[in-house]
């Protein structure tokens, strides 16, 4: 059962989702249950019939299991440089769009 406070992706790689860890800083979990869609409409059913309490109950009842990605302090720093440089790229493409507008 998922116990975690995080993102919960499904399908994605475990690249893809060890990077999203890190970037967002909250763990990344992928649920084993491959019929994302199938389930979540099984939990809402659940919580409309009266099963659960709510939609939370069900899906803390009804998800499975996952596999969890904890964001990587060390690749952190790395991520919040590379977006600085992203940042600043932004600028310098408005200032160079702002150079060629004077044509």
Not at 20 to 40: H, N, Y
Not at 91 to 96: G, H, L, S
Request: neutral net charge; aromatic residues 8%.
């Amino acid at each position: 059962m998922w116990s975690h406070s995080g993102l919960k992706y499904a399908g994605l790689s475990s690249v893809v989702s060890s990077n999203s860890a890190s970037i967002s800083c909250v763990p990344v979990l992928i649920p084993e249950e491959q019929q994302s869609v199938l389930l979540g409409a099984s939990m809402l059913a659940a919580a409309a019939s009266g099963d659960y309490a709510d939609l939370t109950a069900a899906a803390i009842a009804m998800a499975g299991e996952a596999q969890v990605y904890e964001p990587q302090k060390d690749m952190q720093r790395y991520h919040n440089q590379k977006y600085a440089v992203f940042k600043k790229m932004q600028r310098d493409q408005k200032e160079y769009k702002h150079i060629m507008s004077e044509i």
